[in-house]
T-cell receptor, first 110, second 115 residues
Framework: KQEVTQIPAALSVPEGENLVLNCSFT??????LQWFRQDPGKGLTSLLLIQSSQREQTSGRLNASLDKSSGRSTLYIAASQPGDSATYLCAVDSNYQLIWGAGTKLIIKP | EPEVTQTPSHQVTQMGQEVILRCVPI?????FYWYRQILGQKVEFLVSFYNNEISEKSEIFDDQFSVERPDGSNFTLKIRSTKLEDSAMYFC?????????????FGEGSRLTVL
């Protein structure tokens, strides 16, 4: 059974720092992996989608990598801003449904 | 920009009552989904729907749940007899192509509170 884990559960950093969020999964047989952002009481906004055949995807200050064989993905955020404060969720597409991590709550201090 | 819309944003109901949550997926999307998130817990898959029938469903999606596409735009989740543990945020999502080929677009969610 696929399990997704995100470390750390919470992270607080000063504005301007680069940071890395981690996601691991137990079964490497995935179709893709998505990173989402969730603001308090709000919906889920897709940030990046990495297909199983890809190694990384970039969008603006965000870069996501995927190492399927080791069951790991990282989300790199460059030059963090207070507006980046949110919970970041990773989800793996396994057997036509998304299996989710518990998220990393990120606080960027001005 | 096209988006998935959900109504109501918040519903409060008494235990045992029927609830219908509504979703309007992005117009050219073909695959629809319901997920839920109990407060403080992980997001969980409930059901996927394609071509007017259920494609996949989880163990959570038991006989008290049903989905329907009553017309060309709406996609609904019905909970027949709500329980306290059904209190959660329910998210609708849609994709253009086959599952596992593209990103999911989610609505803002419907918060269900069962008293």
């Amino acid at each position: 059974k696929q399990e997704v884990t995100q470390i750390p559960a919470a992270l607080s950093v000063p504005e301007g720092e680069n940071l890395v969020l981690n996601c691991s999964f137990t079964d490497s047989a995935i179709y893709n992996l998505q990173w989402f952002r969730q603001d308090p009481g709000k919906g889920l906004t897709s940030l990046l989608l990495i297909q199983s055949s890809q190694r990384e995807q970039t969008s603006g200050r965000l870069n996501a990598s995927l190492d399927k064989s080791s069951g790991r993905s990282t989300l790199y955020i460059a030059a963090s801003q207070p507006g980046d404060s949110a919970t970041y969720l990773c989800a793996v597409d396994s057997n036509y449904q998304l299996i989710w991590g518990a998220g990393t709550k990120l606080i960027i201090k001005p | 920009e096209p988006e998935v819309t959900q109504t109501p944003s918040h519903q409060v109901t008494q235990m045992g009552q029927e609830v219908i949550l509504r979703c309007v997926p992005i117009s050219n999307h073909l695959y629809f989904y319901w997920y839920r998130q109990i407060l403080g817990q992980k997001v969980e898959f409930l059901v996927s729907f394609y071509n007017n029938e259920i494609s996949e469903k989880s163990e959570i999606f038991d006989d008290q749940f049903s989905v329907e596409r009553p017309d060309g735009s709406n996609f609904t989740l019905k909970i027949r007899s709500t329980k306290l543990e059904d209190s959660a945020m329910y998210f609708c999502a849609s994709t253009e192509g086959r599952p596992n080929t593209g990103e999911l677009f989610f609505g803002e969610g419907s918060r269900l509170t069962v008293l």
